[in-house]
Structures are given as structure tokens and as C-alpha cells.
T-cell receptor, first 113, second 121 residues
Framework: GENVEQHPSTLSVQEGDSAVIKCTYSDSASNYFPWYKQELGKRPQLIID?????GEKKDQRIAVTLNKTAKHFSLHITETQPEDSAVYFC????????????FGTGTRLTIIP | GAVVSQHPSWVICKSGTSVKIECRSL??????MFWYRQFPKQSLMLMATSNEGSKATYEQGVEKDKFLINHASLTLSTLTVTSAHPEDSSFYICSAFFQRGGDHLKAYGYTFGSGTRLTVV
């Protein structure tokens, strides 16, 4: 089955700086890669996703890059703000559709004012 | 759109009792519901996948007789934790895939319930 590794487990950055979180996956058949933000006791919230037919996607301060050959994808947050502080999870799915997500281990991001 | 309503949001039960958690898709039909468990400061771990009208598929190491899943309709899936023990205390969350727009795929993704904090005392 799929295995998703995520690094780092914790990350502290100064407000205004950029944050990068990286994930690697094992199953070359995976083709959907979402990123979620989760606040304590709350449901995961999708912040950006990418499918395997593209290499990069951007939405304002957030971007995701995908390297299918190396089987890794990264989340980039620019101009970080205190409200970006949360736990971030990457995930991978083998099939775009009704297929389970395999989550990474999570990154606790702290933005230092 | 694409809302999954999960109840209860929290529950405290005595050891040995059973607890039922419900997830309803409010504005779409969820043919498949994924049930996850999340221990403090850990990731979401898939427990089982329920399909409407058929038996659930459980992940390795998850006891199907302890975690009973029912998916009787396209809008309702339930997870019952039977004979709960303190080690079952966790955050349980359901998720379903939605797709809108047909071939144009104008909106799609996985939507999550709000989660249920189970504490077994």
C-alpha cells in the first residue's frame, strides 16, 4: 500500500518569511495530492491540491509542486502570517475519485510574530 | 456545498458500553465513506471504508467486530464502537469524496465531518 512521509515534523518561521513542507510517496500509481490544514480539535481543511498531470499549482500565497519522477511534492507558503500557524498534512490517493487518502505524519507550523 | 455532518461532536462513555457515530452527506450522495481515527498529535489513520449497500473494508489491524460500520443509504454512514475501552479514546472523523460538474469537474475533493471526540472512562 501507499506510504507517505512528511518533513519536517515541526517548523517555526518568522512572520513574513516562507515555509516549505515536503512529502514523499511510495506508490507510483498515486495521482492526487491534497494538502490540509488542521487546527486543534477541528476537521482538516483543504488548502490546495494537485493532480499528477501538472507540476505546479499556485493559489495566492500557497503553492504546491509535484515531481512524479522523484515521487515527492512540496507545500510552499509565502509571506507567512500568524494565522498560518496550524498542523499541515499532505496526502496521496491512488485514484482520482472514490479512493482512500493516505496521510503524511503532519507538520506543526508555528509563525513567530 | 459538499457538507458532511457528523454527530456527536463529543461523547464520554463508560468502559464496556457502545457508542454510535453518524455521518450524513447533506448535499451530495456519498457512495463511499472513509472512517479515520486520530490520536493526539498524530496523523489521520484510515480505519475502514464503507460502501453503500455492502460490507465495509477494514484496514489491517482494525477489528471489524469492535468497530461496526453501516452504510445503509447514500447519505448516511455510521460507526459503532462496541464495548469501548479507554484505549479507544480518540478523535474519529469521517470523509467522503464529492464531485460536481460532471465531465467538466468543476468541483471535487474529499470533504470531512467535524469529528467526534470520544472519551472512554
Amino acid at each position: 500500500g501507499e506510504n507517505v512521509e512528511q518533513h519536517p515534523s515541526t517548523l517555526s518561521v518568522q512572520e513574513g518569511d516562507s515555509a516549505v513542507i515536503k512529502c514523499t510517496y511510495s506508490d507510483s500509481a498515486s495521482n492526487y495530492f491534497p494538502w490540509y490544514k488542521q487546527e486543534l480539535g477541528k476537521r482538516p481543511q483543504l488548502i490546495i491540491d494537485i493532480r499528477s498531470n501538472v507540476g505546479e499549482k499556485k493559489d495566492q500565497r500557497i503553492a504546491v509542486t509535484l515531481n512524479k519522477t522523484a515521487k515527492h511534492f512540496s507545500l510552499h507558503i509565502t509571506e507567512t502570517q500568524p494565522e498560518d500557524s496550524a498542523v499541515y498534512f499532505c496526502a496521496a490517493s491512488e485514484y482520482f475519485g472514490n479512493e482512500k487518502l493516505t496521510f503524511g505524519t503532519g507538520t506543526r507550523l508555528t509563525i513567530i510574530p | 456545498g459538499a457538507v458532511v455532518s457528523q454527530h456527536p461532536s463529543w461523547v464520554i462513555c463508560k468502559s464496556g458500553t457502545s457508542v454510535k457515530i453518524e455521518c450524513r452527506s447533506l448535499d451530495f450522495q456519498a457512495t463511499t465513506m472513509f472512517w479515520y481515527r486520530q490520536f493526539p498529535k498524530q496523523s489521520l489513520m484510515l480505519m475502514a471504508t464503507s460502501n453503500e449497500g455492502s460490507k465495509a473494508t477494514y484496514e489491517q489491524g482494525v477489528e471489524k467486530d469492535k468497530f461496526l460500520i453501516n452504510h445503509a443509504s447514500l447519505t448516511l454512514s455510521t460507526l459503532t464502537v462496541t464495548s469501548a475501552h479507554p484505549e479507544d479514546s480518540s478523535f474519529y472523523i469521517c470523509s467522503a469524496f464529492f464531485q460536481r460538474g460532471g465531465d467538466h469537474l468543476k468541483a471535487y475533493g474529499y470533504t470531512f465531518g467535524s469529528g467526534t471526540r470520544l472519551t472512554v472512562v
